[in-house]
């Protein structure tokens, strides 16, 4: 059930993760669906009524920089020098791996001797995560492979019967997920693409080196299973525009444009048009991508088509996402 993210509600969801129970809860991300990071039982629910592998790692939440180094082992000079450049991104979109310590559920690492640890920046995170006390394992609320919620809306739709309480918080600011850098190799890794730029990123740590996607092997654990190719999909078929043949008018298509200039493009018949900058501001684009994806799947649609986006700021993310949901219509 949706609460209203009030300073009741928020103690109650505080004492529901105290318990072992799921909450979810707002980021300025997407809404994630929080655990007790201590806890191997609390942390396997959530694998089980996300339909989540095992060997994908969840983020652990926390709210302030003093904690982090309850969950990971800081005691290397140059990783602390590292995580200090890095943690003027926080509180924000950006989730660093470390060394874990052993308080972490060794299920939410899904094995791993490391953790992604993230400082949320958003007040109801925040207010939930002090009045804790201790570190949330939070991954999306969604489904495995389907789109990150940004709405409480969107979180009962998909997992609304399966969990104790959903804090609602409003529509996600950022609204792509959190940028992944790794600091356990010998360079700073950029892992996954996210609400932090990459070129932000460079800026404090010049020797960062992006981690191509990979396809991991049944015997080879994934590094960042959130890499895989498909992911993120919806169940309607979706393209980039132009990746796809429109020659049947009899199809029943919808359109996601990134402007309102994109929006007359072409001529094609589209059954239904989404717009989600006037003026093709990345920075829209983001906060209702998701959104949009999710109203056009309930459509009854035979094609999605989504404009695309130089890979520049917060375009990386917004692309490397589109790629993934789109992988079926590329070679
Ligand atoms: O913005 C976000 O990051 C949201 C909000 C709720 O914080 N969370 C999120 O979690 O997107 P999730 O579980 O959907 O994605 C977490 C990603 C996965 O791709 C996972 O593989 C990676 O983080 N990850 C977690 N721990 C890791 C580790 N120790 N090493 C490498 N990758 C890790
Ligand atoms: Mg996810």
């Known amino acids: 059930m949706i609460y209203q993210a009030t300073a009741e509600n928020i103690t109650r969801a505080a004492d529901y993760l105290r318990r072992g129970e799921l909450v979810a809860f ?3 991300t997407v809404y994630g669906l929080g655990a007790d990071a201590r806890n191997d039982q609390a942390v396997a629910k ?12 969840l983020i652990v939440h926390v709210d302030a920089f003093e904690k982090v180094g309850e969950y990971a082992d800081l005691s290397s000079d140059v990783l602390r020098a590292r995580l200090q450049k890095l943690a003027t991104f926080w509180p924000g ?3 660093v791996v470390l060394p874990r310590r052993s308080i972490v559920s060794s299920l939410a690492c899904a094995g791993l001797d490391s953790v992604a640890i993230r400082i949320p920046d958003h007040p109801v995170a925040l207010a939930l995560l002090q009045e804790c006390g201790f570190g949330v394992a939070a991954p999306s609320a969604n489904r495995s492979t389907y789109v990150s919620p940004t709405s409480a809306a969107h979180v009962e739709e998909g ?3 399966r969990i104790a309480m959903i804090l609602d918080g409003g529509p996600c600011r950022v609204g792509v997920e959190s940028t992944i850098v790794s600091l356990v190799s010998e360079h700073p890794e950029l892992l996954r693409p996210g609400g932090v730029p990459l070129e932000s990123l460079e800026s404090v740590l010049p020797d960062i080196v992006v981690k191509p996607h990979h396809t991991p092997s049944a015997e080879q654990q994934p590094l960042s299973p959130g890499l895989l190719r498909e992911h993120y999909a919806p169940q309607t078929p979706i393209a980039l525009r132009g990746a796809c043949g429109l020659d049947n008018p009899q199809m ?3 359109l996601i444009a990134f402007s309102e200039d994109a929006l ?3 001529a094609f018949p589209y059954d239904t048009r989404s717009v989600l900058s006037e003026s093709g501001d990345l920075t ?3 906060a209702k991508l998701f959104a949009a994806i999710r109203e056009q799947d309930k459509l009854g649609l035979d094609l999605i088509v989504v404009d695309s986006c130089p890979q520049i700021g917060l375009g990386r993310a917004i692309m490397d996402r589109l790629l ?3 992988a079926k219509f590329q070679n």
């Open 26 to 28: 707002p980021t300025e």
């Open 324 to 326: 993934r949901a789109t």
């Open 264 to 266: 007359h493009q072409d």
């Open 46 to 57: 959530i694998f089980e009524v996300k339909n989540r592998p095992t060997i994908n790692p």
């Open 284 to 286: 829209e684009i983001a």
């Open 252 to 254: 029943r298509v919808g």
């Open 93 to 95: 979109p950006l989730s």
């Open 159 to 161: 997992l609304g019967q």
